[in-house]
T-cell receptor, first 116, second 109 residues
């Protein structure tokens, strides 16, 4: 199967700081990537769709100015949580379909963000 | 995308087949059934998908009823490492996946 990596795997930061999470497709190119968030004991919730070379599209209720997404290349999308607060503490997961003609998604291992 | 219904939890004895049901009675003709699983604190893992025919791969089998209103994921010989939350997802034209609450499968020694 395809491989998607995320970095860092875990991060702890102080309230008010910004945190950047990277999502890379290691053995394929991804013009589209997806960012999800998962709170404890809950399911994954789609936050936004990251599009290479264009603006991300955000799901309803997700603040685009708080969760900045940049898809600068065909193998890298970044999610920056700006001015993080304790309620942003969550498990952030990215995914990508392997190619434009397949819809099977491959997920990264996730990033655990804890905001103190 | 059609909504799915899954039991919240199931147990299975190690070495036995695990049969996980999913109801998707409002599925439409061009929607696929996908199964993913999530082991605790990891990203979801793709298992299998199908449209109408039964499918099998090295991980599992997917049985879809003729009317396509329900399906069953079969893990033929469950191991302790198969303990996870299993998600049944019906996906149409949109590329993103909508996750429900899934089934927590616990494989017992």
């Amino acid at each position: 199967g395809a491989v998607v990596s995320q970095h860092p795997s875990r991060v702890i930061c102080k309230s008010g700081t910004s945190v950047k999470i990277e999502c890379r497709s290691l053995d394929f190119q991804a013009t589209t990537m997806f960012w999800y968030r998962q709170f404890p004991k809950q399911s994954l919730m789609l936050m936004a769709t990251s599009n290479e070379g264009s603006k991300a599209t955000y799901e309803q209720g997700v603040e685009k100015d708080k969760f900045l997404i940049n898809h600068a290349s065909l193998t890298l999308s970044t999610l920056t949580v700006t001015s993080a607060h304790p309620e942003d503490s969550s498990f952030y997961i990215c995914s990508a379909p392997k190619g434009p003609y397949t819809d099977t998604q491959y997920f990264g291992p996730g990033t655990r963000l804890t905001v103190l | 995308d059609a909504k799915t219904t899954q039991p919240p939890s199931m147990d299975c004895a190690e070495g036995r087949a695990a049969n996980l049901p999913c109801n998707h009675s409002t599925i439409s003709g061009n929607e696929y059934v996908y199964w993913y699983r999530q082991i605790h604190s990891q990203g979801p893992q793709y298992i299998i998908h199908g449209l109408k025919n039964n499918e099998t791969n090295e991980m599992a089998s997917l049985i879809i009823t003729e009317d396509r209103k329900s399906s069953t994921l079969i893990l033929p010989h469950a191991t302790l490492r198969d303990t996870a939350v299993y998600y049944c997802i019906v996906r149409g034209s949109a590329r993103q996946l909508t996750f429900g609450s899934g089934t927590q499968l616990t494989v017992l020694p």
